[in-house]
């Protein structure tokens, strides 16, 4: 055995422009295929772990009578948002008390101390039951709001630690004042940064979920509504004036603009609450509430995030293409290496003269394409890192998370040896089926 692997090991020493160029296109083929596997894994990565597998997405089709000629997406071609009007959440809500549910927006809102002296512009989840404990948003210091304070409208927040330091001087800021529209709001809670990427909760339809630092203040949304606070993301209204707005307020009647989603443990719950919906739609319907046909939907996360497209197609197409120029590095190196181990057919002839067995033969063979694997691998390496700082200078807004972990790095490793043990047994074969009379005649 040590005779075979230093054998293999010498080989790989031989005809050294040979081997460059070996390890040369695999390290550029393995390079490809890395760079864009590990930009995937990125995009494709679960946003919230240990929690998302039991959160769903529920929508009911409350919009109003389709006129004739009016198909299920808009004009553009887009899927219908799964929004709810502010009643409507509220009442699916109130039908299954006992699953936790919350109905949510995001938007930009601008937050100042009492005083005035400092103010920022945040990003804002307005929020209808407990979204915080649900997400698993982590809290520092402080609590959640509780029902009580939300059935009241009492002016309460949440906000991070970060903003806190910005505005009231420190990170405890429990306690502490801030103004949010024509109110001012205790602040009850201080949560650490918590900015899933994707953003799952809530993705209007011109994003993603790759924008943004994250949201830093979280508030009962009815409060919010009373301090007069601006929803300037996704909204569909059904009339009220243009856009559904009076005054630049939002119609909270006439328009929806909430995301709902519940909390289901297990398949039970799940297949409890889908019968729930609908038989929420269906008596909504026949109330006249809903005009058209009852139609629900409830996606778990990934297949929301799927809906979304918050993993470019453009991303799997790059995959697709570096898969191809992989294989065609393989193939191309299957071929020198092929005439690497036919050079040496003379060689091989004389040991087997010598007693060698054929497997004696495809073993050295094996060890020096594997090595040549490895190196090809190691190469690989840091080509990967170019090809990933070359995504981050693109201006998509998922390209700073172009990095590569450890874990990927193992894979490159592994993904490397595995390769050179498959592109070289072909030829090893090939060198080992030679006859030895044959070659030793030449000699």
């Not at 210091?141 to 409208?153: D, I, L, M, Y």
């Not at 570096?322 to 040991?351: D, H, K, P, Q």
């Amino acid at each position: 055995m040590n005779y075979t692997l230093e054998t293999g090991l010498r080989g790989g020493l031989r005809h050294p422009r040979t081997m460059a160029l070996v390890v040369l296109t695999l390290g550029l083929g393995l390079a490809s295929v890395m760079t864009m596997l590990t930009l995937l894994s990125v995009l494709g990565a679960d946003p919230l772990p240990g929690v998302s597998h039991k959160l769903y997405m529920a929508w009911a089709d409350s919009r109003a009578a389709a006129k004739s000629g009016e198909s299920d997406k808009y004009g553009d071609g887009s899927p219908i948002p799964p929004l709810w009007k502010l009643s409507d959440a509220r009442a699916m809500q109130q039908l299954r008390p006992d699953i936790r549910q919350t109905a949510l927006v995001t938007a930009p809102v601008t937050v100042t101390n009492t005083d005035g002296s400092a103010n920022n512009q945040v990003s804002a989840v307005m929020a209808l039951g407990p979204m915080l404990p649900m997400f698993e948003v982590p809290l520092r210091q402080g609590r959640f709001w509780t029902p009580e304070e939300e059935a009241s409208r009492t002016p309460v927040v949440v906000i991070s630690r970060a903003l806190s330091q910005r505005l009231l001087g420190r990170e405890d800021g429990v306690g502490g004042e801030v103004r949010l529209g024509t109110h001012t709001f205790r602040v009850i809670g201080i949560s650490e940064r918590w900015a899933p990427r994707p953003r799952p909760h809530f993705l209007p339809a011109s994003d993603a979920g790759w924008q943004g630092d994250g949201d830093e203040v979280f508030v009962p949304a009815e409060a919010a509504l009373a301090s007069g606070i601006e929803i300037s993301s996704t909204r569909v209204c059904d009339g009220g004036g243009f856009g559904g707005f009076r005054f630049d307020q939002v119609n909270v009647e006439q328009c929806r603009w909430l995301v709902l989603w519940a909390e289901l443990d297990d398949a039970q719950q799940h297949r409890s609450y889908a019968q729930s919906l609908l038989a929420f739609a269906t008596d909504r319907h026949a109330a006249g509430i809903f005009p058209r046909a009852p139609a629900t939907r409830l996606h778990s996360m990934p297949q929301w995030l799927h809906h979304n497209r918050v993993v470019p197609d453009s991303v799997r197409l790059n995959l697709w293409l570096a898969i191809g120029l992989l294989v065609l590095c393989l193939v191309n190196v299957a071929g020198l290496l092929a005439a690497r181990f036919l050079r040496r057919s003379n060689e091989y002839g004389v040991r087997r003269v010598l007693g060698a067995p054929r497997r004696a033969i495809i073993a050295t063979c094996m060890v020096e394409s594997t090595l040549a694997g490895l190196l090809g691998g190691l190469l690989a390496w840091p080509l990967t890192l170019a090809g990933l700082w070359l995504m981050r200078q693109q201006g998509e807004d998922y390209a700073p998370l172009a990095r590569l972990n450890p874990s990927l790095f193992a894979l490159l490793v592994l993904l490397a040896l595995v390769t050179g043990v498959l592109v070289g047994l072909l030829p090893a074969l090939r060198a080992a089926r030679q006859e030895p009379a044959l070659q030793v005649k030449t000699l």
